[in-house]
């Protein structure tokens, strides 16, 4: 499994967007987005993600890492 890339908060916000989650509010510095199929991320607004909080948003909302970079 290839090594997601390092971006921030908000350029996963972005790319989170592109297949359906839409942002609903801000609790401090993480971004809440839903999605209609009941799925939901808490997206910390860092200027750089975790290699393996970044890993876990994409498990969350049900894609892979593969699939990820391909909405960047």
Same mark, same amino acid.
């Given at each position: ?63 892979? +890492?593969?699939?990820? +970079?391909?909405?960047?």
């Amino acid at each position: 499994m290839p090594a997601p890339p390092v971006i921030s908060g908000r350029e996963a916000a972005k790319a989170f967007q592109k297949i359906g989650f839409l942002f609903h509010h801000q609790t401090g510095s993480h971004m809440i987005y839903y999605r209609s199929d009941g799925r939901h991320l808490s997206i910390p607004d860092h200027k750089e993600l975790d290699r393996g909080t970044l890993r876990g948003l994409i498990k969350g909302a049900g894609i892979t +890492v593969e699939e990820f +970079v391909n909405l960047l």
